[in-house]
Each structure stands twice: as structure tokens, then as C-alpha cells.
């Protein structure tokens, strides 16, 4: 099998080939048909092997070629694609190869060890709890203990049981917040982290050996141990210490929450841990607290969606609530709507979030005498500069990582036991608020993130005030992300030409603005305008570009690591923003410079 790092497989409408050039690409129909055969055999069930034939008898042969191209890649990240037969497909066959490698690995980097063991969960996806105890059986049938949870579980708890049972890895089964079609496979490390290097490639290593006859998926049951409740208790537990000032929850415990869940695993545990925190007028968006990996209530089940919050606003309005917030369905990423200056509902972005919580955490522990003085705080590098100046200004360390909590991870396994770690996030919708976890952490989030807003009642504000707030003292940043997709191997390539022909050329000036810096992280080089050029010190290389004007103005440009587009992060800056009375028009101003630079990209 061919592996990599957690790319997606092509969507349904993929269109490498149809029936109009269909005769152009018959060398490619004969390559998928061969490999197609081989799941003829019975070492797949029958279910399998009807669909397939299905797929080979069918005159038009896009699905097969789509189930067939190629083999869903498996990397530091794990699996996700589109659920059903094939290689390029998500099903008990990939899963069952690719945990033989991962076992494989395990057992090769702990020689000599007979206590090894895994922590195993899944969310509400369909498929979910079959792919779980397929993934729970053959590491058990390869002599390695399996802590499997119950039923679904957060991503978050599954990392925080590897730390807390002393497991050298873990697999949770979901795809995040993709569409219901798709599921997933996160592979986790002894740290709770998902893995980096010299693990990554190893893993990847043993994977690309198996195949089917090498998989056993025979478990050994007296391996495989049942967890849950307790596991929930400590993690509630843990959860707490993410907290500040408890005296401002209980303060205003009758702080109006409404929360939804998308259908996914923050049902039980976030209504929990919110209570735990002191909150007490919680309220739930009955329709979404439904376990249901269809998602019939939402397009996409992803917190960044506007309309995945439709819900949530008319139940907030209903019961005229002071904050709406939800967890997508691995209840990693969250989401926070607040009333604005109008009364009327506001969805803060993943980059205003992660602003807001890096300023209370810094302001209020200050306030309190809980900074020691070698504390850190870590965020993505195409997450908002505003965050160093808040860090700066306040004499916190800011660490830049690449995109990925695995990366914010490693900068909290490099200085345990040296510097605190208090708080790190990226801008797509994901923050971490304490080091007992090690990816993003909805529950202890949404806890913060409600402690916040019961914090700015006490001092007469709301959430929307505070944002307001932050940028009167620390400058207004309009962040916008262009997403240019290129499904297909033909649009792989377009995608590869374009950063290609950006290091070739890359530009002197984005909407007006004189661009004063260039870096390339795989050079790891930045070149500023006087010709000069610095190293940069990145713990490995990445495909990912940046600009930098005078202006303050920032572009990022990356391929998407999960799916088939390219990503261009914009940041524009406004230094006459004074009072929330600017904002509208500061937003304005700013939407105009993205446009323009989106022109100047020509992505127009």
C-alpha cells in the first residue's frame, strides 16, 4: 500500500474520468479492474465482494476507478476518507492493514516488553463502533492490551487515557468534521499526541509490508478490557484545571448557555464538565443531541460552517441566552456565538477565539499572582500576529508551530518539567487550555470560553465587548481564508505547479502593500527586502509559504494536508480602530484589502 499524511480521499463527484473520455483512459480501467479482482477472493466478506463485482459490471466505470485508483494513504495522522469497498475507501480491510503495520511498529520500538497496551475509541460516525473493535481485535490478537471505551467517546479524552492508563499509543476512529460519507483513523503516541518523527515513518514503514493475508483479525478477548465512567471521572477532573477564577463562575452560575453537541460526542461530557465548572442554566439543542453519524440537521457537521449553528442561534433567541456554543462530532474543535453591539448573534472565528483566550489567560492569572514568570503560549503560523503582541506586551514566550496540534504538542513535550505550558490554538476552530491532553480540547474550551463571558458579566461587558476590547489595546486584524480546490491527480499537480511558480516568482506587492518578507519553510529560509536572509529554527521542513508587508499585511499559502486544495490564509491590519464604534468600519476597509489581494494572487 502507498502511504502518507492524512489526505482525503477524492469526493464522489471526482471527474478523472466519464463516459465522454472514458475510451481515453483505458490503461487506467484495466489497472483498476486488476486490483478490483483481487477483493474478489475469499479473503473479503461477501458484502465486499458484491459491491465490488457491482462496480466491475457497471458500464460506467468513475466508482470503480474513484474505490480503485489508488490506496488510501495512511500517515503521522492516521486514515480518512469516504466509507465503502476498495482501497481508496474507508472499510475493515484499510483499517485491519493499516493497525497490523501500527501494531507491528509498536512492537518492534518496545522490544522485550510484554505489558503494552492502547487506549481505542470512535465517535458517532457510522461505522464507527465496527471499526473500533476491528482496530481493538488485532492488536489484541498481536499480544498488545487494548483499553477500548464503551461507546463513543472526544478525541481529547482518548488522548488524555494514554497519559493517564501509561499506554504507548492509542487509535480513536473518526473523521472529525468531514460529511457523514467519511470516517477516520487518528493514530496516537506514548504522550497522548498523534505522532511525529522518528515514529511517523516508522509506522508508515510497517504499514506499507501488510497485506491482507498478513492482518489478524482474530482478537484475543481477554486482552481487550471495557472502559468508561471512571475514565470520564478523571477526565472531568482534569478538565478543571483549566480554570482560572472559579469565584467569577459561581459569581454568575445562571449564565445562559446554550450548547449542541452536532449529533457527536460532546453530548454527555461537555453538559457535564460545564456543571462541574459551576455553570447551572445550561440548556441543549434537543434535535442535535441525537447520536447520529448521518448529521441530518446540519449540510456538514463543522463548527467553522455559519449554518451549522442555525440551531443553536433560534434555540439562543428563544431562551435569550447569552452564548451559543457547540463541539463538532469528535468534540475537538468548538464553536462560540455571542450577541454583538445590535443584540443580535455573532459567530467569532477561529482566530478571535483563540485571541480571546490567549488575553484572559495571560490577564486574569496575572491578576490573580499565578504567573511564575516561564510560562508559554504556542499558535499555528497562520494563526493572527495578534496574539504575539498580547503575549509580547505582557512578557509571556509565544512559540510559532506549524499547522497541526501534533506540532503544539511537541512544543509542550520539549519543555515539561522546564516551562508551564498555559495555552495553545490554531484558527480553525481549535485551542487546548491545559497540558493534560494533547490535541484540541473542546470540553475545557467551551468551559473557558463560558468562565470568559461570566467574567466580562461581572465587569459589565460581553464577549462581543471584550473582542472589542482587545482590539482597541492591541490593534484590529481581519483574518480570511481562501480555499482553491484541485480535485483529482490533475489538480495534485496544479496544486504542486502553483507553489512551484510561487518560489519562482513570488510577489512584490499583495493589494497595495510592498511585501518587506519572504519565508519558505522548505528552505526554512526568510529573505527580507534588503536582500539579507535568515535561518529559521523549525523542527523539520514544510510546504508552506509566507509573505509579510509593511503594512503589517500576511500571507499564508500551504496544500491542504486533509484535502484536495490549496489554502491561502489572509491577515490584514487596521491601526485606526479605536472603540467598537469602528469595528463596521474597519471590517469594511478590510474586506476591501482581502479582495484586493485576492486579485493580486488571482484568485479572483
Known amino acids: 500500500m502507498c502511504f502518507y499524511l492524512f489526505l482525503l480521499i477524492l469526493p464522489k463527484h471526482f471527474h478523472l474520468i466519464n463516459k465522454n473520455n472514458m475510451e481515453n483512459n483505458q490503461e487506467l480501467i484495466l489497472q483498476c479492474e486488476a486490483r478490483a479482482k483481487k477483493w474478489l477472493t475469499p479473503a473479503f466478506d461477501q458484502e465486499t465482494r458484491n459491491a465490488v463485482q457491482a462496480m466491475l459490471d457497471n458500464e460506467d466505470k468513475t466508482e470503480l476507478i474513484d474505490a480503485f485508483y489508488r490506496d488510501l ?9 469516504i466509507m465503502g469497498a476498495g482501497t481508496n475507501r474507508m472499510n475493515k480491510y484499510i483499517v485491519g492493514m493499516a493497525t497490523q503495520g501500527f501494531a507491528n511498529y509498536i512492537n518492534k520500538a518496545f522490544p522485550g516488553r510484554n505489558d503494552l497496551s492502547v487506549v481505542v475509541g470512535h465517535d ?51 473523521a472529525s468534521h468531514n460529511p457523514r460519507e467519511y470516517n477516520g483513523y487518528k493514530a496516537y503516541w506514548d504522550d497522548g499526541a498523534q505522532v511525529l518523527a522518528p515514529h511517523d515513518k516508522g509506522i508508515i514503514d510497517e504499514v506499507n509490508k501488510v497485506t491482507i493475508d498478513d492482518v489478524k483479525f482474530e482478537g484475543n478477548k481477554e486482552l481487550i478490557e471495557i472502559i468508561g465512567g471512571e475514565m470520564d471521572w478523571d477526565y472531568l477532573q482534569a478538565v478543571k484545571e483549566a480554570m482560572v477564577d472559579q469565584e467569577v463562575i459561581l459569581r454568575h452560575k445562571d449564565l445562559n448557555i446554550v450548547y449542541s453537541p452536532m449529533h457527536g460526542t460532546g453530548r454527555v461530557i461537555i453538559p457535564e464538565a460545564l456543571r462541574s465548572w459551576g455553570f447551572q442554566n445550561i440548556h441543549v439543542v434537543p434535535e442535535q443531541m441525537v447520536i447520529d453519524g448521518n448529521f441530518p440537521t446540519v449540510v456538514s457537521p463543522n463548527p467553522e460552517n455559519a449554518e451549522a449553528m442555525t440551531l443553536g442561534m433560534k434555540l439562543g433567541t428563544r431562551l435569550n441566552a447569552d452564548l451559543v456554543i457547540a463541539s463538532d462530532p469528535d468534540a475537538d474543535r468548538l464553536a462560540i456565538v455571542c450577541r454583538n453591539a445590535k443584540g443580535e448573534w455573532e459567530i467569532l472565528n477561529g482566530n478571535q477565539t483563540c485571541m480571546m483566550f490567549c488575553w484572559y489567560i495571560i490577564a486574569n492569572k496575572k491578576k490573580l499572582g499565578q504567573l511564575k514568570g516561564n510560562e508559554f503560549l504556542v499558535k499555528t503560523i497562520v494563526t493572527t500576529e495578534v496574539i504575539k503582541k498580547i503575549a509580547d506586551k505582557n512578557g509571556v514566550e509565544l512559540r510559532d508551530c506549524y499547522t497541526g496540534f501534533k506540532w503544539i504538542a511537541n512544543e509542550i513535550r520539549k519543555s515539561e518539567g522546564v516551562n508551564k505550558y498555559i495555552g495553545g490554538g490554531e484558527e480553525s476552530f481549535g485551542f487546548l487550555p491545559f497540558d493534560k491532553v494533547r490535541d484540541k480540547d473542546s470540553p475545557a474550551s467551551i468551559c473557558l470560553i463560558c468562565e470568559i463571558a461570566a467574567w466580562a458579566k461581572d465587569n459589565g461587558m460581553t464577549l462581543y465587548d471584550l473582542l472589542m476590547n482587545i482590539y482597541a489595546e492591541y490593534g484590529f486584524s481581519r483574518e480570511f481564508t481562501v480555499n482553491v480546490v484541485r480535485p483529482g491527480k490533475t489538480g495534485a499537480d496544479e496544486i504542486k505547479q502553483m507553489m512551484t511558480d510561487f518560489r519562482n516568482n513570488p510577489p512584490k506587492e499583495l493589494g497595495g502593500s510592498t511585501v518587506v518578507l519572504w519565508k519558505d519553510y522548505q528552505t526554512l529560509e526568510a529573505r527580507h527586502a534588503d536582500g539579507t536572509v535568515e535561518k529559521m529554527d523549525m523542527p523539520d521542513t514544510s510546504n508552506v509559504l509566507q509573505w509579510f508587508c509593511d503594512d503589517d499585511t500576511k500571507v499564508s499559502v500551504r496544500p491542504s494536508g486533509t484535502e484536495p486544495k490549496i489554502k491561502f490564509y489572509i491577515e490584514v491590519k487596521d491601526p485606526s480602530f479605536k472603540c467598537a464604534g469602528c469595528y463596521e468600519r474597519c471590517m469594511a476597509g478590510a474586506e476591501e484589502k482581502i479582495a484586493a489581494i485576492k486579485q493580486s494572487l488571482k484568485l479572483d
Open 73 to 81: 494513504e495512511f500517515g503521522t495522522g492516521g486514515l480518512r476518507g
Open 124 to 174: 458517532c460516525r457510522n461505522n464507527g463502533r465496527m471499526f473500533a473493535e476491528t482496530v481493538a481485535d488485532i492488536f489484541s490478537a498481536n499480544g498488545i492490551k487494548v483499553y477500548l471505551f464503551e461507546s463513543l467517546r472526544p478525541t481529547p479524552e482518548i488522548s488524555f487515557a494514554i497519559r493517564q492508563l501509561g499506554c504507548q499509543a492509542g487509535v480513536n476512529v473518526t
